[in-house]
């Protein structure tokens, strides 16, 4: 066997970091599409987890939107056996589509992920997000409006999931690919939707490539480093928030309120955050609360001059009366 490349010394390091705090015969998996980075993953994984008495599994999502994905899933999980990774499973899921193609296979992916971990008792899931890949998550949420939690992209952990390439440029990734692949006699497997201009998240990678001509070679660090400083923004932000929740909010019987001279001299950043909190806690759900929602209830104290309530989703409105703000659901 040849001896790594410094690509592939610095991705199996950067598995060994993320693996760290696991103990002897813990079982983690790592999630694998067949494609140059996770198989890289894999391959690093395989190597750090026979060094720290790790019990290492994969896990290859067969998303059927393809012809022969089959053939490729199965292909892929043997390779991962290959790389010391046992059990390597397919799982197969339906993608039905709905809220976008993306969206929806996303969302098959992990819950297969999720009950694969819960099934073999496994508490870490890797997976094989570059540094470009966080590049591309800010630069697309950047375009929806996003606030400094959506722009803090990807956490290199985040429960189950741990993203130990995050830092490290697709390029090196594939480098360390190309290697160790080679050494077995095989080669990564290239998914067609990366190059099909349909999905967003490829006319984003172009749009970044463009960028990079024009801007310099920067740019992806750049964004990476702007979402790991606004994570950090964020994370005080909320801690504040929280903080000030469990000090200043009531909840009686489904309604939360707070005292608008509790919110005096609140920064507008952490006073729309504990407005939001108050918000899904009188059962607005998550994904139907927008900013305008937001809004909408912080004017009540802010910009006060008597208005009506505002209306939020889901039969939930918030009114100001006796200088407290209220958010409850109407009942009829």
């Known amino acids: 066997m040849a001896p790594a490349g410094e690509a592939t010394v610095?991705?199996?390091?950067?598995?060994?970091?993320?693996?760290?705090?696991?103990?002897?015969?813990?079982r983690v998996l790592v999630a694998c599409s067949g494609g140059p980075d996770s198989l890289a993953l894999a391959a690093a994984t395989g190597w750090a987890a026979q060094r720290l008495g790790l019990l290492a599994g994969a896990v290859i999502v067969d998303h059927q939107l393809q012809e022969g994905?089959?053939?490729?899933?199965?292909w892929a999980a043997r390779v991962c056996e290959r790389f010391g990774l046992s059990p390597a499973s397919v799982v197969a899921v339906r993608v039905d589509g709905s809220g976008g193609l993306e969206a929806a296979a996303r969302a098959a992916r992990y819950a297969a992920l999720t009950e694969s971990a819960e099934r073999l008792g496994s508490t870490v899931v890797l997976l094989g997000h570059t540094q470009d890949d966080q590049a591309e998550t800010v630069l697309l949420r950047l375009t929806r409006g996003s606030g400094a939690r959506s722009l803090a992209a990807m956490a290199e952990v985040n429960g189950l999931w741990h993203r130990p390439l995050l830092?490290?440029?697709?390029?090196?990734?594939h480098e360390s690919a190309t290697q160790v692949l080679t050494e077995l006699g095989e080669q990564a497997w290239q998914d067609p939707h990366n190059l099909d201009p349909h999905f967003a998240r490829v006319r984003v990678r172009q749009i970044l490539d463009s960028l990079g001509v024009g801007l310099g070679p920067g740019v992806v660090v750049g964004l990476a480093r702007s979402a790991s400083l606004l994570r950090d923004d964020a994370d005080a932000l909320d801690e504040l928030t929280d903080a000030l929740f469990a000090d200043a909010v009531t909840i009686d019987n489904g309604a939360v309120s707070v005292a608008v001279d509790d919110l005096d001299g609140i920064p507008r950043a952490i006073r729309?955050?504990?407005?939001?909190?108050?918000?899904?806690?009188?059962?607005?759900?998550?994904?139907?609360?927008?900013?305008?929602?937001?809004?909408?209830?912080?004017?009540?104290v802010a910009k006060w001059t008597g208005?009506?309530?505002?209306?939020?989703?889901?039969?939930?409105q918030a009114h100001r009366a006796c200088d407290r703000l209220t958010i409850s659901r109407v009942t009829q």
């Open 69 to 74: 994905s089959a053939q490729i899933a199965a």
């Open 167 to 173: 830092e490290i440029p697709r390029a090196l990734v």
């Open 307 to 316: 208005q009506g309530p505002a209306f939020l989703p889901g039969g939930v």
């Open 272 to 300: 729309t955050r504990l407005v939001r909190a108050m918000c899904l806690a009188a059962g607005v759900v998550p994904g139907d609360l927008n900013r305008d929602h937001v809004l909408a209830v912080d004017r009540l």
């Open 10 to 26: 610095l991705i199996r390091n950067a598995v060994t970091r993320a693996l760290g705090e696991c103990e002897p015969g813990d």
